[in-house]
């Protein structure tokens, strides 16, 4: 059974730095399908970042603007989102994804079979 757990979150001010890391267990990071999504109160959820295939593509979302970066370590079967240059729009529960459905999409939440429990992230202006 794929597990996935989230850690770093936290509270920081605006321009700070967090990163996020995910536990994968029983499944590949090497050669599989990852990815970031956050939902704010009130939002639906939405893709952040993702890194699948091997050799490894990445994906971000238009408002990551070189902000954040997507990496994954195999030897720890762990997955990072390195962020900076945080504002206070980036607030909002991050949680890691695994899997592929048929209608995967790297930054669709819908396409993602298992999912983490969340971090939270609070930026403060």
């Known amino acids: 059974q794929v597990q996935l757990v989230e850690s770093g979150g936290g509270s920081v001010q605006a321009g700070g730095s967090l990163r996020l890391s995910c536990a994968v267990s029983?499944?590949?990071?090497?050669?599989?399908?990852l990815g970031w999504f956050r939902q704010a109160p009130g939002k639906e959820r939405e893709g952040v970042a993702s890194i699948y295939s091997a050799p490894p593509t990445t994906a971000y979302a238009d408002f990551v603007q070189g902000r954040f970066t997507i990496s994954r370590d195999n030897a720890k079967s762990t997955v990072t989102l390195q962020m900076n240059s945080l504002k206070p729009d980036d607030t909002a529960m991050y949680y890691c994804?695994?899997?592929?459905?048929?209608?995967?999409?790297?930054?669709?939440?819908?396409?993602?079979?298992?999912w983490g429990q969340g971090t939270q992230v609070t930026v403060s202006s």
């Open positions: 994804a695994a899997g592929r459905d048929a209608d995967w999409h790297p930054l669709r939440s819908s396409g993602y079979r298992n």
């Open positions: 029983a499944y590949s990071t090497s050669s599989g399908y």
